[in-house]
DNA sequence: ATAGAATTTCGATAGATTTCGAAGTAAGGG
DNA sequence: CCCTTACTTCGAAATCTATCGAAATTCTAT
């Protein structure tokens, strides 16, 4: 077995995606593709309870705070989070249906391979 | 277990991210959110014996070749793809290595959690 | 060589995106 | 009530992106 033997293996690499799949998809993953939005969903996933208040994000970012507002939008319109006003403050939360979505995209199908057929090895990221 | 258990879980999610690791992987994200890029990926990746030629893949959209050309640059300049010349064609296969990283990013860490770690209702600061 | 087909590079344009400051809304405290 | 703090909406500027047509490049066949 040779290097050819690799076969891609992500379900988007399994099947032709539609035109409209891909229109949906490509939605959602630009609501990621940002660095901002990605450090913002991150920590809001990472932070203790689950949820953060945006003055948390705010100060972590060199960005006023219209700026985060519009990121915290975009990522709440893609259903990638949700946010609640609780008193002063507002929380947002991950909605992990969602970022599960994008994992399954792009996730190996590992499941089938009764051996490996070359090693890839997985980073840990 | 509801609904309620499904706890956030994606690599993304655990950790906070850095800055330099955020922006690296929105490079690498920006370049599939895009509905003719996700296509083309999924075109190339689904394709018997792994590599599609420019020809096909020009052919199956309406646009034209400039454009499909333009946009295989940036999923090559990604590492989501390579190409080769043979003859008269060019011929594009997927790098699964890159696609997998995408999906370690978002992939749900469904094998170790057994019950939930805490509960909390956030404490009101 | 010359011609022709496949693909990429170049230059331009229309549209989207990020960001800001200013103004608006909502909640809490004197 | 008014004032302050937290956050969002609005409108505008700068930058980036997708797309095209025209021209350059690379290879094959005549």
């Not at 032709?16 to 913002?40: G, I, M």
């Not at 689950?50 to 985060?68: K, N, S």
């Not at 969602?98 to 090693?119: C, D, I, Q, S, W």
């Amino acid at each position: 077995m040779t290097a050819a033997t690799i076969q891609c293996c992500a379900p988007i690499a399994r099947e032709s995606l539609s035109e409209s799949d891909a229109v949906e998809l490509a939605t959602l993953l630009k609501a990621v593709a940002d660095p901002v939005r990605l450090r913002l969903l991150s920590m809001i996933g990472s932070h203790v309870g689950g949820e953060a208040c945006v003055c948390d994000l705010t100060d972590a970012f060199d960005l006023t705070a219209p700026t985060i507002s519009h990121h915290l939008k975009v990522l709440r319109s893609a259903g990638l989070i949700d946010g609640e006003r609780r008193g002063t403050w507002v929380y947002y939360r991950i909605l992990p249906e969602t970022v599960n979505k994008l994992g399954a995209l792009f996730a190996p199908l590992t499941e089938p391979a009764p051996h490996r057929p070359v090693e890839l090895e997985l980073p840990p990221v």
